[in-house]
């Protein structure tokens, strides 16, 4: 009989675009200002890729990082799962384009979009695709560039979103290596219509209508996102809690999606974890939907000072719905 193996993250990497646009760089663009976006998001800064830069290539950066710390090579790799909103096209799907372009040639490639938690639904895809043995060593990116489905004209919005990619690289249980314990993935799709890119799909396809009509950026309804966020992270944490039958004080790290700090802060009080192990990276890179965990998962595991045993619990929202969340045992 097969041995029962838990997935293990063997390594990780992260990539963020080299422009770096401030709160100050904003007032010059829109009517706002860093104190209004300060004290309302917690954003400082944001990264936004070059013109010349697709999502693929961000992807593409930090899976070569992932697969360097994990001590594989791209051909090693029998799977490719990119998470985002923002793919280079429609088709072919992003996790083609990264497969070309890092050389892992015998690997499968889909991309999946769960918007916000899209990182932590590919990480449950692989955790069970290797834990039953029909994947060795499979790559989960998380790559976005908001900024070009950004309507920079508008404050609501162009203030918080920022570009980026992360990666790991899922595995058989290895010894000395973080293990992913447990998973929780939902949805509930009743208000979907509060956070949306209205066009260049089936609905909307781009006509001379979708664009004058600035359909293909994303809209959202701010104050009602922001509620929703709340209860659905709340939501995914407790349940993963329940599920893993982990209680919240043995939780070391608590990494949540990053789009808002007040979001971040209600989140954290409402599951009962105190500051100091809660972990932020909102005021320097905004929110990179997707990506925004997978950065943060790659800078938790680098600086963040954890023992053997500790646990990390990750808790992501995004567009849908959906929501998600992860225990990871370092
Ligand atoms: N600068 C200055 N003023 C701004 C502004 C900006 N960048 N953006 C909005 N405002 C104004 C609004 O026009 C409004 O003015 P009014 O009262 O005259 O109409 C006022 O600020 C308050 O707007 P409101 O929407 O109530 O602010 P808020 O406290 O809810 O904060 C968000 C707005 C968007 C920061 C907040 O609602 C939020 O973070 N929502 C969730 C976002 C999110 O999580 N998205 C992604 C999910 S994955």
């Known amino acids: 009989?097969?041995?029962?193996?838990?997935?293990?993250?063997?390594?990780?990497?992260?990539?963020?675009?080299?422009?770096?646009?401030?709160?100050?760089?904003?007032?010059?663009?829109?009517?706002?200002?860093?104190?209004w976006i300060t004290t309302r998001t917690g954003i400082k800064e944001r990264h936004i890729a070059g013109d010349d830069e697709y999502t693929s290539d961000m992807a593409a950066k930090a899976a070569m990082q992932a697969l360097q710390s994990a001590g594989k090579k791209p051909s090693s790799i029998?799977?490719?799962?990119?998470?985002?909103?923002?793919?280079?096209m429609l088709f072919p799907s992003t996790a083609c384009f990264v497969q070309d372009k890092i050389g892992a040639k015998n690997a499968a490639c889909f991309d999946i979009g769960a918007a916000c938690s899209g990182y932590i639904y590919a990480i449950e895809i692989a955790k069970r695709l290797v834990e039953t043995g029909s994947h060795n060593?499979?790559?989960?990116?998380?790559?976005?560039?908001?900024?070009?489905?950004?309507?920079?004209?508008?404050?609501?919005?162009?203030?918080?979103?920022?570009?980026?990619?992360?990666?790991?690289?899922?595995s058989g249980e290895e010894s000395g290596k973080p293990r992913i314990l447990c998973t929780y993935t939902g949805a509930d799709s009743s208000a979907a219509e509060l956070l949306m890119m209205p066009g260049g799909g089936t609905r909307f396809p781009a006509s001379m209508q979708t664009v004058e009509k600035k359909l293909h950026f994303l809209k959202m309804a701010g104050r009602e996102v922001f509620k929703n966020a709340v209860l659905s992270m709340y939501r995914a944490a407790e349940r993963i809690m329940k599920k893993s039958d982990i209680k919240i004080d043995e939780i070391k790290c608590f990494l949540p999606h990053q789009a808002n700090i007040r979001i971040i802060?209600?989140?954290?009080?409402?599951?009962?974890?105190?500051?100091?192990?809660?972990?932020?990276?909102?005021?320097?890179?905004g929110n990179m939907s997707a990506a925004t965990v997978a950065v943060g998962l790659d800078e938790v595991f680098k600086d963040w000072d954890l023992k053997p045993g500790d646990k990390i619990l990750v808790d992501a929202f995004g567009a849908g719905f959906t929501f998600g969340s992860l225990v990871i045992e370092w």
């Open 78 to 88: 029998d799977l490719i799962i990119v998470a985002t909103i923002t793919p280079d």
């Open 265 to 285: 802060d209600a989140v954290a009080k409402k599951i009962g974890i105190s500051k100091e192990k809660v972990y932020l990276n909102v005021q320097k890179f």
């Open 1 to 35: 009989m097969r041995k029962k193996i838990t997935a293990s993250i063997i390594g990780t990497g992260s990539y963020l675009p080299a422009k770096v646009l401030t709160n100050k760089d904003l007032e010059s663009m829109v009517d706002t200002s860093d104190e």
């Open 137 to 170: 060593t499979i790559l989960v990116i998380a790559a976005e560039k908001l900024s070009a489905i950004t309507d920079w004209t508008d404050r609501n919005t162009c203030v918080l979103f920022g570009d980026g990619a992360g990666a790991c690289v899922i």
